[in-house]
């Protein structure tokens, strides 16, 4: 009742009276009308979208003042002393990370700019998922980079707020919070019953009051404290939540609720019953809830029972157990709600985290109080959320709004180590993140399939391959790197065990089967989803928890680890039941456990000094560990022999994952150093034979010529014995875990990618594994990276080539690192791709080459090693084994031999094998250095294990299984040497047999100590058997012997003859003067010398053989002497060498004539060809024109049936347009107080000066006094080569039909010169013409200048004839129309009645204007240089001026307004009618250029060159009495009297006419006459305050008159080819004035030219000045102002620039990426800037669109006739709009290391770089964007 009639008062009033009400000391009667109030205005029964309510609740809460200004007055008393700045996807934000403690840290932009982060590792990122601001908070960054705001501790000189201004806040808002709840609560229901559309409604319906809230947590500290309290008080809550009894709307609303919350535990109900059942029966039991209903009966009760239950095939697993399962059975027990908070999170994860609500919560977060406990409340829902972010369809917007909050939680150790012990976070987690993979899993194929109890993770599951568990796994990360956390979980057996068989889910999982017969039908891309989950979910939280154990009083976490992870490894090979075997075609890149158990050994060792034999298991076990990292080894050699091709390309794409820098230090390394510790510990004739078997070359090891290979091709034998020895020299060599230093690991990995290819900054960064703990960002020892760099490197800067091709800055390896530290092994390990092994080759031999150390082809130089940390010298024992001495034997006797499938690179092994055996001796063996007793031991090659006493034992006999076949078969007799004539059985007994398999098996049964007597059987001889044999019979093996007689050493000496081709390279006494130091670098001879030479060291008795080798030196002896091959090998050597030699003499012709071609075709500077391109150079005239077409390849003149055209590409262009007055460029706006003012430019003035024209004058006598093509002229270019034009119409008719092409559109007319691929649109006729008579009409006949002037005037008269019709002329017709169709309508038409013969002509000349301007342009904007520059060279101006003037002979020019007469005669002035129509324009008014163009146009062609002197005399005149009559407006009153007075009296003199005192005079007192033209206040005009001299008076005539004079004298250049002579800046004017013909030549020495001397008059100066400034007089109706405009025509301009940029490109990036358009008001996505003009228009746009056309397009067609230049604000790089076509040119802002950072990836600091800026605008201003940049596509209006 009460509340109705409130409800009826103004809002206002009420609240103010309520407010006042409510101070009362009894207050009850106001409560209880406020609580009446609030429940008729917040009744939920109400539509949400009624704003009624939120009014109410605005007025209250400000109780009764404006709501804005309470919002002031409550920011007034903000104690926050943190910024907490909550921001979405895309916002802009800084990372610093000197200044952060946790690598999350991040600071918005406002904070980072008011702080000092000056030399910082700082950069500018785009947040992905959302964030924070940190500033502030001392928990997550260091003080010193506190922004000024939040330095000085604000809460400490705020006062405290007083009680009332927020009391009805506190009454007013718990009420709102539960109307939005209700809501929530009424609008939700089920997914699978709703759409998402619905949830999304109720959402939007919401907005206003979520919205509410959001603007109440930002008034800061005082308002969130109140929020807090009433968000986390239990008791309001209570009362609130149900709802009164009596109303039934919030009845129904409760048990909706109610109902939602039954479904929240990670099980659903019915299982619950089940699993506390179970409880009861035992602690153990409480796991059973957790893994769902899905796990069987635990293995105790009955372990056979089948998975019958959700139809999945689990199979039968440990029970999982939970720490205690009393205390954790809440961890997936349903919600309960005790507060406000928990149930507005729980809808927040139900309606899937709207960004609002997010944010709403987070913006609480600065309140202590609030932050504590909304922590806890998340991590009571964890579960719930995970849960529903599985079932959710946008996963991917979840998961990030998830990690937006979580981030803020986790990422405070205080935090995280307070829910960590308080609500078992890392349970929670864990056991999160096991039910999660449970959904997902499948049995394992690994081994056994059929019989298999494992269960790997199902990669094609949506769950791994849109890494759903990616929040997850981040989280967990995220806390693992607080030392307090990581340490509870290390220290919580029961969660590590749980942990490990979490990361068994993924041993195995992604398995490969080699296809043997079909190549696969579909190529899974899965391996992807399994790589990025072995990286996130296992090898991440691996290197977390790694980080904690460095020291030794972490022991214990260690020993515990790796006790875990032997015990779930051996779990693992008992489910796969594996023995010892594993099966060949299959193979798996994934084994964590492995991995796990590598690396914390590796820790264990180098940090924490523990002893690596306790941390081992048994010999058996370690057997079975190296089995599968072995195998991928092997299958790696595989893959890359092709023997998987049938697999598809994935498989390929496997093994480049495995060893990519992402992911080598979490799989490969670890892989190769377990197989080290294996290695180190098993018994080395074992290992090595496993790995040839593995490698399956075992075959391949006999010394017969041939064999047979049961499981290899012959093409795979040798890439695969190549894998085998290499993994070996790597296996033996690698030191990453085995002793290095971090900064040494660190050298080594950036000098072995220096080495493949030079490299950026960045992609160095990149491609150096990183260390550990992923988020960090920081390489080991991060200081020392830069320092590193340095040390190894030198820094290219970024050079600019010719081509275009922008390179960045490189750092290239220094000289001392090619000749120390090159190491091929560590670039072997380290290659993605094959080719860039070869690639570091090719730069190592070119460094040796260059420094002249070695100029043949070098072989990998052999690197000396990090000494072995004591606990890994097993590893040693390796090299020493007899097996791998006899494999060596045999290897270096099949390379003697010539054997089949062996290689340079297979010796070259095989010889580092040797080495590394020498440089790494056995300790504890006593030196052999007697020769061995037992010659004929039967069960053993060699005497000893020693690599030195083994090499120079002579081996005698061998006996080999050969099939029939075999040459070595065909013996009668066994051999025998006069030396030795024994018994043939004897032999036979002597001979040594070798098994590799037997070896391996015996080894192994000794190992797993069988009984002796089943060893002793194992070791008889047998042929390799291995277990598959391939169908077909093979030929029948028989056992032979061979005579050998041969030790390593001997070899040895035999290989290097053989290599040097020499019979007796090495002489006795060689090793005597051995210089050890030369040996580091060369080819095969130089590493056999250099092993002769270590081993004679190390041992005499060494020395000794070798002597007497080489003493007794003998050709290399195949066993059977002359036998065929021998002859053959010869002859192949020979063959070979002659074809080398035919190769090189072709190359070297080839080369050659490549270069003619080249300097004929693509002549660019060479002054050869230059006369040939100038078609106008004297000495082509005397003959006709031949041209070349480059489609037919004829020579022959241009004809009237049959014309050539040059290939020109037409273009519309208004560089001319942008030209200033100042030189300086203007600066690009960063502020709101500057602008760009276009009214300067020449294009306005131009246009301005037209109108004006327009107003008072004949129209077409005005489209005849100026020029127009500022904007949107046409610009012809060449490349220079001509063609028929009929070849070309088939060219195009060719190109039209190949579809392929897509960088230009055939349609519009484009192509690209057949010749040089340069871009054209159209073809330029070749005028036909003979030069015979062209000698003449250059002579200089002595006529007088009235004559000439009257030729001239004749020649006027003397109409073009229409041509006959004729292919040519149709050409031309065409081509005028290819050029009007170039530019747009609006640049054409200027006359009041468009489409008339007056706008045409104005159209043609201004074509021929604007050309010559441009290449004045290009030559500087003055002819200073002379010369035919390269632009005039190709220049097609020639071609051009006949095409027009062929057009243009057909206007005429009515002989009465011939613009000649009055130049050059005294008319009698006819007095107009102004009715009918307006006056001609003045003579004084007209742009003389545009006259000289028009006359040499019109007159017909050739046209002699005494004419066009006679011409330009003529206008120069008029030009001198315009710059007269201009500069007389310059000078004040005063001195405009006294120049008239002294020129009144130099006019009496002889030499008046040309003397200025005398002209400047005559035209003061002239103009004077008329009232108006000086009329003009002198105060407005900006005088200059200097007094004239006639020094500066002269110079202000010759820069007036300088570009008329350049003009004139580069169209001579073009028609008659004269030569421009260069000269000094100061000397120009003279030089043309000489070139020009209008001083005499002879008068140039005696004194310098002024400009009046070089007028000639044809009539009385005095006279005709008088009769042009007549007409100026006459003009009553134009007012002052204008008249000066007119008058004034200043014709010198800058040359144009591009606009200025600021050094920093943050200073753009910060005020333009928020800016708005000024277009549609809004901040565009993707804003871009013209560069040009400053314009800021939206890029892609949909906003700005006009008629289809995107902003971008459309500017560029206002700014530059379809040439736009804009730079991406949010990419830095710089895109070029060319017509309909776009393309990327690159970036001129460049990184501290010469980078592009496009798309501000990497948001380092970038900076102006000056020469690109210049490239740029060199290309713009040259019209050559076309022609450099090649990557164009068409736009097709959308930019």
Not at 339 to 357: A, D, G, N, S, V
Not at 457 to 465: G, I, M, Q
Not at 761 to 767: G, R
């Amino acid at each position: 009742m009460m509340a109705a009639s409130l409800l009826r008062r103004d809002k206002k009033a009420t609240a103010a009276h309520l407010k006042a009400d409510l101070r009362r000391t009894d207050n009850s009667s106001a409560l209880r009308q406020i609580h009446e109030l609030l429940d008729d205005v917040l009744n939920p029964e109400k539509p949400s979208t009624d704003t009624e309510a939120l009014d109410w609740c605005k007025c209250l809460i400000a109780g009764g003042e404006a709501f804005e200004e309470f919002c002031k007055t409550v920011r007034s008393y903000d104690n926050a002393t943190l910024c907490g700045l909550v921001w979405t996807a895309n916002f802009v934000a800084y990372r610093c990370r000197t200044c952060g403690i946790s690598p999350c840290m991040s600071l918005c932009a406002e904070c980072f700019n008011n702080g000092d982060h000056t030399s910082h590792d700082f950069n500018m990122f785009r947040s992905q998922a959302g964030g924070a601001c940190d500033c502030g908070d001392s928990n997550v960054m260091r003080e010193s980079g506190f922004c000024r705001r939040h330095r000085l501790r604000t809460g400490e000189n705020i006062p405290s707020i007083p009680r009332d201004l927020l009391m009805m806040s506190e009454l007013v808002l718990p009420r709102f919070i539960l109307f939005v709840i209700q809501y929530l609560r009424d609008g939700y229901t089920e997914p699978d019953t709703s759409s998402e559309r619905d949830l999304q409604k109720v959402l939007q319906q919401l907005e206003p009051q979520i919205s509410f809230l959001e603007e109440l947590t930002k008034m800061g500290g005082a308002m969130r404290t109140v929020l807090t309290k009433i968000l986390t008080n239990q008791q309001t809550f209570k009362e609130l939540s149900m709802g009164q009894e009596h109303n039934l709307f919030a009845k129904k609303n409760y048990d909706k609720y109610l109902a939602a919350l039954k479904n929240s535990g990670l099980v659903s109900m019915e299982d619950k019953a089940q699993s506390t059942a179970d409880a009861a029966v035992g602690a153990e039991g409480g796991a059973d809830a957790l893994l769902g209903s899905t796990s069987p009966a635990s293995p105790d009760e009955s372990s056979k029972e089948d998975d019958q239950d959700a139809g999945q095939s689990v199979g039968q697993r440990k029970r999982v157990k939970l720490s205690s399962s009393t205390k954790d059975l809440s961890i997936i027990e349903c919600l309960k709600h005790k507060c406000f908070l928990e149930e507005l999170l729980f809808w927040t994860i139900k309606y899937e985290f709207p960004q609002k609500k997010v944010t709403f919560l987070l913006n609480m977060l600065p309140d202590q109080d609030y932050k504590i406990t909304f922590t806890k409340t998340f991590v009571q829902h964890y579960a719930f959320i995970m849960k529903t972010l599985m079932k959710s369809h946008e996963s991917d917007t979840m998961s990030n709004r998830i990690v937006h909050i979580s981030v803020q939680l986790f990422s405070n150790e205080e935090l995280a180590r307070h829910v960590t012990e308080e609500c078992q976070l890392l349970d929670i987690m864990v056991t999160v993140l096991l039910y999660m993979m449970e959904s997902c899993l499948i049995k394992s194929e690994l081994q056994d399939e059929e019989n298999s109890r494992h269960v790997v993770v199902n990669c094609s599951e949506a769950l791994l391959k849109n890494n759903t568990y990616w929040p997850l796994v981040s989280d967990f990360i995220n806390i693992l790197s607080h030392q307090s956390v990581a340490k509870k979980f290390l220290e919580d057996h029961s969660l590590l065990m749980l942990w490990m068989s979490f990361v068994s889910f993924f041993q195995g999982m992604n398995l490969n089967k080699r296809e043997l017969n079909e190549h696969v039908e579909f190529e899974s891309q899965t391996y992807y989803a399994a790589f990025a989950a072995e990286l996130e979910a296992c090898a991440q939280p691996m290197w977390g928890l790694l980080t904690h154990c460095k020291v030794k009083e972490t022991q214990e976490y260690t020993k515990t680890v790796v006790r875990y992870c032997l015990e779930t490894l051996q779990i693992w090979f008992d489910a796969i039941s594996f023995n010892d075997e594993p099966l060949p075609n299959q193979v798996t890149f994934h084994l964590p456990l492995h991995r796990y158990y590598a690396m914390f050994l590796s820790k264990a060792v180098k940090c924490q000094d523990l002893d690596l034999d306790s941390l081992l298991p048994d010999q058996e076990m370690l057997m079975k560990i190296m089995v599968h990292p072995l195998q991928i080894q092997a299958c790696l050699s595989e893959i890359h022999s092709n023997m998987w091709v049938r697999n598809g390309l994935q498989i390929k794409g496997q093994a480049m994952t495995y060893v990519q820098s992402h992911f080598c230090n979490s799989m490969i390394d670890p892989d190769i150093f377990l197989l080290q510790v294996c290695a180190s510990r098993l018994d080395p004739d074992y290992f090595i034979s496993s790995v040839f078997e593995r490698f399956k070359v075992v075959d391949l090891l006999t010394m017969a010529s041939q064999h047979q290979n049961a499981v290899l091709d012959s093409e795979q034998e040798r890439p695969m014995l190549e894998g085998a020895l290499t993994f070996l020299v790597i296996l033996t060599s690698l030191r990453i875990h085995l002793g290095m230093t971090d900064d040494e690991i660190l050298r080594a990995e950036m000098v072995s990618q220096l080495c493949m290819n030079d490299r950026t900054h960045s992609s160095l960064l990149d491609l150096i594994p990183e260390n550990p703990n992923p988020k960090s960002g920081i390489v080991p020892g991060s200081c020392s990276f830069e320092e590193m760099l340095s040390a190894v490197a030198d820094f290219k800067a970024p050079v600019f080539e010719p081509g275009g091709s922008m390179q960045q800055g490189m750092y290239t390896p220094k000289a001392e690192v090619w000749e120390n530290e090159f190491d091929p092994i560590m670039v072997v390990l380290r290659t993605v791709y094959r080719r860039d092994v070869q690639s570091a080759m090719d730069r190592y031999s070119a460094f040796l080459k260059q420094s002249g150390i070695h100029t043949g082809n070098p072989w990998p130089p052999y690197k000396e090693r990090t000494p072995l940390h004591p606990c890994y010298q097993g590893l040693i024992k390796l090299l020493h084994c007899k097996t791998l001495h006899i494999v060596i034997f045999t290897l270096l006797y099949k390379i003697w031999m010539d054997h089949q499938n062996m290689s340079e690179h297979v010796l070259c092994m095989v010889l580092y094998l040797i080495e590394l055996g020498l440089d790494n001796q056995v300790q504890d063996s006593k030196e052999d250095e007697e020769p061995c007793i037992e010659e004929h031991c039967h069960d053993s090659w060699f005497p000893g294990t020693n690599l030195i006493s083994n090499l120079h034992h002579v081996i005698n006999f061998v006996r080999v299984r050969v099939p029939e076949t075999a040459p070595e078969v065909k013996r009668e007799a066994p051999p025998s040497t006069s030396s030795e004539a024994s018994s043939y059985g004897q032999n036979l007994r002597e001979a040594q047999v070798f098994s590799l398999v037997a070896e391996r098996r015996r080894k192994f049964q000794e190992i797993i100590n069988r009984s002796s007597s089943e060893a002793s059987l194992v070791v008889r001889p047998k042929s390799s058997s291995t277990r598959w044999v391939p169908p077909g019979t093979p030929p029948q093996l028989v056992t032979e012997i061979l005579e050998i007689r041969e030790s390593m050493l001997s070899l040895l000496v035999k290989l290097h003859q053989k290599l040097s081709s020499k019979q007796n390279s090495l002489s006795e006494s060689w090793l005597d003067n051995m210089d050890t130091s030369r040996h580091t670098h060369g080819d095969g001879i130089t590493a056999i010398e250099r092993i002769l030479t270590k081993a004679a060291t190390r041992s005499c008795q060494i020395k000794r053989s070798i002597q007497d080798i080489c003493g007794k030196v003998y050709p290399p002896v195949p066993p059977k002497k002359n036998s065929p091959t021998d002859k053959k090998a010869l002859d192949k050597e020979e063959r070979r060498q002659r074809a080398r030699e035919r190769q090189q003499k072709l190359l070297a012709e080839f080369a050659s004539r490549q270069k003619s071609f080249m300097e004929t075709a693509m002549d660019v500077e060479s002054p050869e060809t230059e006369a040939a391109m100038d078609l106008g150079a004297s000495e082509m005239m005397e003959s006709e024109v031949l041209y070349d077409c480059v489609i037919c390849g004829q020579s022959g003149p241009s004809t009237e049936d049959r014309p050539t055209g040059l290939v020109v590409l037409l273009q519309a262009s208004s560089v001319l347009g942008h030209r200033c007055k100042s030189i300086e460029a203007k600066n690009l706006p960063t502020s709101d107080e500057e602008h760009i003012y276009s009214a300067d430019t020449c294009a306005v003035a131009h246009d301005v000066r037209l109108t004006l024209l327009q107003r008072f004058f004949k129209d077409s006598s005005c489209l005849q006094s100026v020029s127009i093509g500022w904007d949107g002229g046409v610009y012809v270019q060449t490349c220079g080569h001509t063609l028929h034009i009929d070849c070309h119409k088939s060219y195009m008719e060719s190109l039209r039909n190949d579809q392929v092409l897509q960088g230009f559109s055939v349609d519009k007319g484009e192509f690209t010169c057949p010749l040089c691929r340069q871009f054209a649109n159209s073809v330029l006729p070749c005028r036909p013409g003979c030069g015979s008579e062209a000698g003449s009409w250059h002579a200089t006949t002595n006529k007088k200048t009235s004559v000439l002037i009257k030729e001239v005037e004749a020649l006027q008269d003397n109409l073009g004839l229409f041509p006959t019709e004729s292919n040519l002329s149709k050409e031309m017709e065409s081509v005028i129309k290819d050029i009007k169709n170039t530019t747009q309508k609006k640049y054409m038409d200027y006359g009041k009645n468009p489409g008339s013969p007056d706008n045409d002509f104005l159209f043609m000349y201004s074509l021929a204007r604007t050309n010559l301007e441009l290449e004045l342009v290009h030559r500087g904007g003055n002819l200073c240089c002379g010369g035919a520059s390269a632009t005039a060279k190709r220049s097609c101006l020639n071609q051009l001026f006949h095409v027009l003037a062929m057009h243009m002979r057909l206007y005429s020019i009515d002989s009465a307004y011939n613009p000649w007469m009055k130049l050059t005669q005294l008319t009698q002035s006819i007095e107009p009618d102004f009715d009918d129509e307006r006056p001609e324009v003045p003579m004084l008014f007209r742009d003389v250029p545009s006259l000289l163009i028009i006359f040499v146009l019109t007159m017909p062609q050739p046209l002699r060159k005494e004419h066009f002197t006679c011409v330009v005399k003529m206008l120069y005149n008029l030009q001198f009495v315009q710059a007269l009559a201009a500069l007389s407006t310059k000078l004040r009153p005063e001195e405009r009297q006294a120049w008239r007075s002294s020129g009144a009296v130099k006019q009496a003199r002889a030499n008046a006419e040309t003397s200025f005192e005398a002209l400047l005079g005559h035209v003061i007192s002239e103009l004077s006459k008329s009232n108006n033209v000086y009329a003009v206040n002198m105060d407005d005009i900006m005088l200059s305050s200097t007094v004239w001299s006639p020094q500066s008076v002269e110079f202000s005539l010759q820069q007036y008159c300088l570009p008329f004079l350049r003009l004139s004298c580069l169209l001579q250049h073009h028609l008659y080819g004269d030569n421009l002579s260069g000269c000094l800046e100061q000397e120009e004017f003279s030089s043309l004035a000489l070139c020009l013909g209008l001083v005499p030549a002879s008068s140039m020495v005696s004194n310098p030219v002024n400009s009046a001397s070089c007028l000639e008059w044809a009539v009385s100066a005095f006279d005709m000045i008088t009769q042009w400034c007549a007409e100026v007089k006459g003009l009553s109706q134009v007012q002052a102002e204008q008249l000066l405009t007119l008058l004034v025509q200043d014709p010198q301009w800058a040359l144009p620039r591009l606009l200025q940029l600021p050094d920093n490109y943050n200073i753009i990036f910060q005020y333009y990426h928020r800016k708005a358009c000024t277009v549609c008001k809004k901040v565009p996505k993707d804003p871009a800037l013209c560069l040009v003009c400053g314009a800021f228009v939206c890029l892609k746009g949909v906003c700005c669109k006009q008629q289809g056309i995107s902003e971008c397009v459309l500017h560029s067609q206002h700014c530059g006739a379809a040439t736009g230049i804009f730079l991406l604000i949010n990419a830095s790089v710089i895109i070029i709009i060319r017509g309909h076509r776009f393309c990327l040119w690159g970036s001129v802002y460049l990184d501290a290391h010469g980078e592009e950072d496009r798309d501000l990836r990497r948001g380092k600091p970038l900076f102006l770089c000056e020469e690109r800026y210049r490239v740029l605008e060199q290309q713009w201003v040259s019209h050559t964007f076309d022609h450099i940049n090649k990557r164009w596509g068409p736009h097709y209006n959308g930019l």
